[in-house]
Structure formats: C-alpha cells, structure tokens
C-alpha cells in the first residue's frame, strides 16, 4: 500500500508517496514523469509519519534553511544506474552545481570505466522520483546553462535562487570527483 499526502509549496501542489514509512516520491503536480513507476493501490493518508516529516522539511527548505536528506527515510524507485545517480545528486551541496558531464566523470571513475555518457545521466537525473529532497534541480550543462527539468525550468531557477546557488568552485568539483564523496540512501 502507498500512501500519499498533498503539500501547498510556493511553487504549487506537491504530492508526496511513501510506503513502508519511507519516502518513495515528490512530483509537482502535473509534472513530466507524475507517479512513475507507481503500480499499488494509493491512499490519501496525511498522518504517516515519513510524510508529516518531509512536510516538515520541506517548510524549512522554502524557508530559506538547509535540511539535510539524511534527515528523511527515503527509497526511490529505479534500476541500480538511476539510484547510483541519485546518490551522487545527494551529495551536491546545496547553493552548489554539478554538471551532467562531471556525474558522468564520477560514476565512470567509481565503475572503472574510461567514460560514460552524460546523457544517461541526463535521463536517470530526469527520472527522478523525487524532486527537490533528490536535488536535480542542482545539476546544470556544461556551461553552466539551465537545462530540463521535470517540473519545469520555471522551478529549476525558483529553487537555486532560493539555495543563492553559484556554479561550484573548481576544488570542491574535484572534491567529489577524486574522492568519491558520494552519500548513501
């Protein structure tokens, strides 16, 4: 059974889904992607508990704080590439960027691969089931450019306004490349 739970955010209705009391999705309503990969039963249940806390996060998020996603029990739903990927948007920090072709660079290095294409990125970033606590608002092109985003280039610019986001230096790019610096969910 998958429960859900509506969220009035300054950017418009937000549904969340959980299920064994974790967080398994957060779309803007309408978004490209909207309950994918969810085939149970949903019930409209606004007093689990995953959800009341990722209400919670969230207000402190649109407030201007910094919550962390290690505060939040959560478990997307996807093949082991996408989680790999979602993994390292984790550990963007925020007010930071990462681009497609510097999460390419860190899965190849950690497979052992010479290279791997920063369009698989793209497509695992664009599947993410959930946006916001995932951070893919905070992956950019190569030049720094704002590129698609599933609920909406208009939100991708509200939320890294919000965070003050510049691109990220150099060094902590290198950082989370050579070392790895990936967090876990």
Known sequence: MIYTSHYTSPLG????????????GLW??????????????????????????AKNWLDRYFRGEKPDVKELAINPIGSS??????????????GSTLTYKEIASILAKEKGFKSMS???????????PISIIIPCHRVVGTNG??????????KK?????????????????????ERN???TI
């Not at 490209?32 to 969810?38: A, D, E, I, T, V």
């Not at 450019?145 to 208009?154: E, K, P, R, V």
Request: hydrophobic share 40%; glycine share 8%.
């Open 13 to 24: 209705d937000i549904l969340l889904a959980s299920k064994n009391n974790e967080l398994i």
């Open 28 to 53: 803007f309503e309408g978004q490209k992607y909207y309950l994918s990969n969810l085939q149970e039963e949903m019930v409209e249940k606004g007093d689990e508990e995953i959800l009341i806390k």
């Open 81 to 94: 590439f996408r989680k790999r990927v979602w993994r390292i948007l984790c550990s963007i920090p925020y």
């Open 118 to 128: 920063a369009q698989a990125i793209g497509g695992a970033v664009a599947h993410n």
């Open 145 to 154: 450019n704002l590129t698609g985003y599933a609920g909406g280039l208009d």
């Open 157 to 177: 610019k509200y939320l890294l306004k919000l965070e003050k986001s510049k691109p990220t230096r150099k060094a902590v790019r290198t950082y989370l490349i």
């Open 181 to 183: 610096k990936i967090v």
